[in-house]
């Protein structure tokens, strides 16, 4: 008894000594952020605001520089809002149909084309950089949130189709024979029984693309045109704009405004992403 309350002592404290390891860079983001200039002088990274002072997260967000524009972060947040939304909606249905019929509908070469679809999981997407600019001015997207819409749906195509794929895998081929016998075909069979059955892969999936797309640097930054820069970019920006004083507070109130829609997803919707994983979203 004594060596099961010491073990489990021990697992909490290692637990503990974890998350505060990991919640370290957002303690000091967070604290930075509501001191003024003078208490970021005379106090170090760990010491707590003397006085709360929002000023720095008013002017990461309206009035901040990046670069030559002094609007803040604001247009590079609702530019993401605009590009994310769409983006996670499409990829996360196009996997979903994907998945369906590389699960429930198999054809001749089936396997062979889940396989191909595979490497995109592990592809690193510096490769395609390249071949989707000249597809995006192919199509005249370029510069656009429209293209950047259709390069993370791309992206994200092969890491959906595998979690909905490897969910459905699991759901009886009996369900599926008895509504054909029933006169039941394609689209009915997936509203009417597969769709009602996903929604915890649904959740996985909705909050891994939100995540990756909300974050994501890389396609932002080659990809995106003046007016449609994603907040990452506009956090990058804004961070290496120089001036005569370094505003550390400014910059870390922006970090943590980018960072906030995604912090909120896993708030409000982490047990779903935890069920869903465990429901067998990532088996197979």
Known sequence: MIAKYISRTLLYAVLLIAALFFLAPFYVMLAT???DAAQI?????????????????GLAWSSACTGVDCRGLQPYFW????????AVLLSTAWGAINGYVL????????ELLFGFLLFGVFMPFQVVLLPMSQVLGFLNLSSSIGGLVLVHCLAGMAGTTLFFRNYYTAI?????????????GFWRIFWRIVLPLSTPILMV?????????????????????????????GLNNMANTSSSVKSYNVDMAAAVIAGLPTMLVYVLAGQYFVKGLTAGAVKG
Do not use: C, H
Request: charged letters at 15%; a positive charge; hydrophobic letters at 45%.
């Open 103 to 110: 699960s429930l509908w198999k054809f001749k070469g089936s």
């Open 172 to 184: 009886p081929r009996e369900l599926v024979n008895a509504a054909r016998i029933d006169g039941a």
């Open 79 to 86: 530019n993401s809002v605009t590009m994310a939304v769409p």
């Open 205 to 233: 999936t909705l909050i891994w693309q939100f995540t990756n797309i909300w974050n994501d640097f890389l396609f932002g930054v080659a990809f995106s045109g003046a007016d449609s820069k994603p907040i990452t970019v």
């Open 33 to 35: 952020s509501l001191k």
């Open 41 to 57: 002088r005379s106090g170090n990274l760990l010491s707590l605001p003397t006085s709360i002072n929002f000023d720095a997260w």
